[in-house]
């Protein structure tokens, strides 16, 4: 698609914007190479073989082995990263997010710590980018918009989720941080995910 709209290779693009190891990361994630879950493949030795690489890619060297890394996260499927992390966890005494927090820096920590919540608990991690884009003072409007319109297929549950977490839900966190047709453009969004329809 996007070579069909722009007459260039994305992949191409990026690696002329990106570099270092957040362009290693996002290189995978673009290739779409994560795995269907098969448990014949992934067992528990496939897990423990898995831990043990992690480990010496990162927290058990000298440097960190992101290629390593980030392969097996672009990789492995959410049932397999679930085991994986717990075993990980269990082993260690660290999740895979509090190693990359250890062993990856600035926005490749970011884009990694991210992409193992999409993969493990998606509605929370979302309900969390909204949060954030709402943070502080003043409102990061792009962040804000994006994630209403990437995610709003699945905001019913990121909806629960954010509720849970912050006591109140999406649609009321956006009246009282948006105004004007800026609002009512954001309610909208809100409106078709949940598939509401505002009468007011």
Request: net charge negative; with cysteine.
């Amino acid at each position: 698609t996007y070579f069909d709209m722009y007459g260039d290779d994305l992949g191409r693009v990026l690696d002329g914007e990106l570099g270092g190891d957040f362009e290693q990361l996002i290189v995978n994630c673009l290739q779409g190479i994560e795995q269907d879950f098969d448990p014949d493949f992934h067992t528990e030795d496939k897990v423990k073989e898995d831990v043990e690489s992690l480990y010496d890619a990162g927290q058990g060297s000298f440097g960190t082995d992101e290629a390593t890394l980030f392969k097996f996260l672009c990789t492995a499927p959410p049932e397999h990263l679930k085991a994986v992390n717990l075993a990980y966890a269990e082993e260690y005494g660290f999740t895979l997010t509090k190693a990359c927090e250890k062993e990856l820096k600035r926005v490749s920590e970011k884009a990694a710590v991210f992409l193992i919540g999409m993969k493990l608990k998606p509605e929370e991690t979302v309900a969390k980018l909204i949060a954030k884009a709402t943070a502080g003072l003043g409102t990061n409007e792009l962040l804000l918009t994006s994630t209403l319109i990437r995610y709003q297929s699945m905001l019913p549950d990121v909806d629960a989720a954010h509720q849970e977490e912050y006591g109140k839900s999406i649609k009321e966190r956006v009246i009282s941080e948006a105004r004007g047709k800026y609002e009512t453009l954001l309610v909208e969004v809100v409106n078709c995910g949940m598939g509401e329809t505002d009468e007011e």
